[in-house]
């Protein structure tokens, strides 16, 4: 049984910092691209990075490109998301997804979810 349980977020002051951790179990986790989401209240769920399996290669959206930044450790089944200079409009929950040798960041193609962590910028 997969799982994917995401831990780290909270309430922060804008321009202030969080890292959020995704573990992973029931998975052969070294062959999985690994995604950040978020959904906004009464938006739609969208990307935030990922990192794909060799963790050779990261991609970000625009809006957090400079100041988020995607890792991930094999051998502890985990990546992460360090999130710096926060803004209030990161306000949102954030999900880490799993895509079998994926290379996309369309969140259709990802296998499985955590259930999610909120995050919370405050101005």
């Known amino acids: 049984q997969v799982q994917l349980v995401e831990s780290g977020g909270g309430l922060v002051q804008a321009g202030g910092s969080l890292r959020l951790s995704c573990a992973a179990s029931?998975?052969?986790?070294?062959?999985?691209?690994m995604g950040w989401f978020r959904q906004a209240p009464g938006k739609e769920r969208e990307f935030v990075a990922r990192?794909?399996?060799?963790?050779?290669?990261?991609y970000y959206a625009e809006s957090v490109k400079g100041r988020f930044t995607i890792s991930r450790d094999n051998a502890k089944n985990t990546v992460y998301l360090q999130m710096n200079s926060l803004k209030p409009e990161d306000t949102a929950i954030y999900y880490c997804a799993a895509d079998l040798e994926g290379s996309t960041s369309s969140q259709n193609y990802y296998d499985y979810w955590g259930q999610g962590t909120q995050v919370t910028v405050s101005s």
């Open positions: 990192i794909t399996w060799t963790g050779r290669s990261t």
């Open positions: 029931g998975l052969t986790f070294s062959r999985y691209t």
